[in-house]
């Protein structure tokens, strides 16, 4: 077996080979390492094992490395799955080896696995998250019934409030929404440009569906397609939007339009435990599927805690929701892309 950094050339059996796991998704795709190193200048280290000129396994690396928050190898930044794909324990257990190698080798305070399912029984594991996953009916009938029935009444509500929802090639109007829905919560929003490379590095796997109200943007959220599931991944909404349950519109018209795309899993993605989008995603009939995000401690002795759940940020949080939209546009980016 030979483990190595991945070439250019490496991209097509990459992801032949994570197209074909059973365990892939879509953030082990080879273009991460094109979106981490265009959007956020962040270096990437892509481990690849090969045995007989075959690949037998793939771990996705980057390294994030900020002053205020960690210096850290993460598998992968901004994405909430990761981790090791391998044929094999063998060959999972040589990818680990060597990352740690790697990671005591640049100096990094830890290494950060984040997977659905756990492969280091020894190393320390967080369970802040968890993810949202279930299978769709080709029915729309069997799927909206699938739906408690409080939560479908919201939907009816949604579907008489004279909203309009579709398929949005607008980044614009997309990142204004989600720009605003992010500032609310305390949090620095990523570029907009972030959003357009991932739309170029990725064509025909994201897309944007978003909510009108009388022609204006109430609700956005861009997804990604891997397979034959759908991952909602940044969605948002103005002010306006929970009044006019554009949200709970938003997230039935896209179950509907991807299950007509032939879509079968819809993958609500990843929410804290008790947080308010965990609670909501309950409401929706979905069972909860806890994340094990793992930890190589090299320099530090305890997982950090960079939630905004953690109590020194909280004074942060409350000033940051005051800020005027433009301006958190602008001095978020920077904080954003060492968050990861």
């Known amino acids: 077996m030979n483990v190595r950094l991945v070439i250019e050339s490496d991209r097509a059996p990459w992801d032949r080979f994570v197209a074909g796991h059973p365990e892939a998704t879509f953030f082990h795709k080879f273009g991460w390492r094109d979106v981490l190193e265009r959007a956020f200048n962040h270096k990437s280290y892509y481990l690849l094992a090969e045995r007989e000129g075959a690949v037998v396994g ?11 928050f960690h210096d850290a190898l993460i598998s992968t930044p901004f994405c909430v799955y990761g981790g090791v794909l391998a044929v094999d324990s063998e060959t999972s257990d040589a990818l680990l080896e060597n990352a740690s190698e790697m990671a005591r080798r ?44 409080k939560q479908r009444a919201v939907i009816r509500k949604g579907l008489n409030a004279n909203l309009e929802v579709g398929v949005d090639a607008n980044v614009d109007d997309f990142y204004r929404v989600y720009s605003e829905s992010v500032r609310n919560l305390g949090t620095p929003v990523f570029s907009k440009r972030y959003t357009q490379i991932l739309m170029d590095v990725f064509p025909g796997e994201v897309e944007i569906f978003t909510v009108r109200h009388l022609g204006v943007p109430v609700s956005s959220v861009m997804s990604f397609y891997f397979r034959d599931e759908v991952l909602p991944y940044y969605g948002g909404g103005s002010s306006a939007a ?17 299950v007509d795309k032939g879509v079968r899993v819809f993958d609500f993605g990843r929410s804290k435990l008790d947080s308010g989008s965990y609670k909501y995603k309950m409401h929706w009939g979905f069972v909860p599927q806890p994340l094990h995000y793992q930890y190589d401690l090299i320099k530090i002795d305890e997982m950090p805690d960079v939630s905004p759940v953690n109590k020194k940020y909280i004074y942060f949080i409350k000033i940051w929701k005051k800020l005027p ?6 001095m978020g980016p920077p904080l954003a892309r060492s968050l990861g």
Do not use: C
Request: charged letters at 30%.
């Open 242 to 258: 929970r009044d006019l349950k554009a949200y709970d519109l938003m997230y039935w018209e896209l179950m509907r339009h991807a």
């Open 106 to 149: 640049m100096g990094v305070e830890y290494m950060e696995l984040r997977q659905i399912n756990s492969t280091q029984k020894d190393w320390p594991t967080k369970a802040l998250y968890v993810t949202f996953r279930r299978a769709l009916s080709e029915s729309h009938d069997e799927n909206m019934k699938s739906i408690p029935r």
């Open 325 to 330: 939209l433009s301006v958190s546009q602008v």
């Open 58 to 68: 793939v771990l996705p690396l980057a390294r994030i490395k900020s002053r205020l």
